[in-house]
Structure formats: C-alpha cells, structure tokens
T-cell receptor, first 113, second 114 residues
Framework: DQQVKQNSPSLSVQEGRISILNCDYT??????FLWYKKYPAEGPTFLIS?????DKNEDGRFTVFLNKSAKHLSLHIVPSQPGDSAVYFC????????????FGAGTQVVVTP | ETGVTQSPTHLIKTRGQQVTLRCSSQ?????VSWYQQALGQGPQFIFQ???????GRGNFPPRFSGLQFPNYSSELNVNALELDDSALYLC?????????????FGPGTRLTVL
C-alpha cells in the first residue's frame, strides 16, 4: 500500500518563479517528513525535513509546510533556479517504523530559462 | 568527512545468480539502511542494520539478506536473482536509529538481471 503519494509526476516552472511540490500521506503514525532531491546517476540528496510538532520549516530558498489535519505537506522553492531541475521525493517515517523511510513516487521538476 | 559510498556502480547478472552489493557508511554513522528503487518509482525500504543487527525489514523475501560489519560498513546479498530484481539499490546511513535522524544516501548500484 502506498502510504506516501506525490500525485504530480512532473512540474515545469520558469526560472525565478516559485516551485510548489505536494505530498499526501495516509499513515497517522508518521511524525517526521523529509524532502530529497535526486539527479540522474546520483543518490538522493537530503534537502529539508520537518517534525510533526511544527507546521513550517525554512532553509534558504526551501520551505516545507505541514498540514497534519489534511495529512499534506508541500515544498516551496523560491526563487527556482536551473540547478533545481531534478526529481524530488517526499519521504516519511513514524513512531511505528523508526528508520524506515516511506517514499513517494517523485516529482520531476524542470526549471526553464 | 567521507560520504556514503557504494560498489560496484553497475552490475549485470543472469536470472538465478547471486549478487553482493557493498556500502560504506558516512563517518560516525552506525546505522545503515538499504532501499530498492525500480524505474519510475520511489525507493522501497529493504532492511536496516544497527550495530551489526537487523533492525527492521520491509516487504522483501528472505533471499534478500544483509550484513553489517564492526566498522559499520554493510553488504546486501540477493540470491536466486529474478528479472524483477533489476533496479537501483541505494544504501543510506544515519547517526543512530531513531525516527528523526536524517538518512544520507550513497550513489547507488544499478543492477540489471537478464
């Protein structure tokens, strides 16, 4: 069963504009959420995380928002840059599965000049 | 600080063979997790090792097995390879086993089963 879902397989955005990536989850035991970025032929690179006790975490151009009641999180990238073109994965872990990350299927982001 | 490394980079095997993939964890990390990423999908958790003991397993058959060594490096072994085992195998290390420790990934091993 897919407990973490990224329903948009792709996103195209102009350089300088905002990229918004969405992620939904079904397991109410999830309490830690992460975003990873992946370039071809490389492993996923950690971007930003958020604990369920917060609803927002910011790191430079990246901000993650968590809506626990809706079981939804989003990643905002402002401003988008050509180097942001990659596949972005949402992942979650919970009290019932420490250390076992559940990943979404990923969203391919293309930043155009 | 050395990151997570994996070997080999690519591997081609035939159905029924056995394969061993290797991972060196990031310096100071004592927990290693293995994931399988099929084409077009997100990584799927195989199992995790903490201080040389298996510490959780995903929905993979027993022919997927692993080891962790005293220096915290790890191996993933797959017996009786099937065509569906073709995937990118990712190793990730973390400082300790907990729900909030970030896992850092290696570049992966691309396994092709013919």
């Amino acid at each position: 069963d897919q407990q973490v879902k990224q329903n948009s397989p792709s996103l195209s955005v102009q350089e300088g504009r905002i990229s918004i990536l969405n992620c939904d989850y079904t397991n109410s035991m999830f309490d830690y959420f992460l975003w990873y970025k992946k370039y071809p032929a490389e492993g996923p690179t950690f971007l930003i995380s958020i604990s369920s006790i917060k609803d927002k975490n910011e790191d430079g151009r990246f901000t993650v928002f968590l809506n626990k009641s809706a079981k939804h999180l989003s990643l905002h990238i402002v401003p988008s840059q050509p180097g942001d073109s990659a596949v972005y994965f949402c992942a979650a872990s919970g009290r019932d599965s420490w250390g076992k990350l559940q990943f979404g299927a990923g969203t391919q982001v293309v930043v155009t000049p | 600080e050395t990151g997570v490394t994996q070997s080999p980079t690519h591997l081609i095997k035939t159905r029924g063979q056995q394969v061993t993939l290797r991972c060196s964890s990031q310096s100071g990390h004592n927990t290693v997790s293995w994931y399988q990423q099929a084409l077009g999908q997100g990584p799927q958790f195989i199992f995790q090792y903490y201080r040389e003991e298996e510490n959780g397993r995903g929905n993979f058959p027993p022919r997927f097995s692993g080891l962790q060594f005293p220096n915290y490096s790890s191996e993933l072994n797959v017996n009786a390879l099937e065509l569906d085992d073709s995937a990118l195998y990712l190793c990730a290390s973390s400082l300790q086993v907990s729900g909030t420790d970030t896992q850092y990934f290696g570049p992966g091993t691309r396994l092709t089963v013919l």
